[in-house]
């Protein structure tokens, strides 16, 4: 096979080819579409402030 790589514009044509991929691949993987769901959010409070979050480092060198 020969391809060829070009830069283009992002197309809504484009755009809607790398969501539907991209969902599939994440219903695949995690066997429910997420994407009918609200977005939801994961928060740390101390004493109803927000806490800092420290970066993982697990296999960081």
């Known amino acids: 096979m020969n391809f ?3 830069q283009n ?3 809504d044509e484009v755009k809607k080819k790398i969501f539907q991929r991209f969902a599939h691949r994440a219903i ?3 066997g429910m579409n997420g994407l009918n769901e609200d977005p939801i959010s ?3 409070l101390d004493k109803e ?3 800092g979050v420290k970066p993982a ?3 960081l060198s």
Do not use: D, R, Y
């Open 28 to 30: 695949k993987a995690t």
């Open 49 to 51: 402030k927000a806490a």
């Open 9 to 11: 514009k992002l197309t």
């Open 4 to 6: 060829q790589i070009k």
């Open 57 to 59: 480092t697990v296999g």
């Open 42 to 44: 994961f928060e740390i």
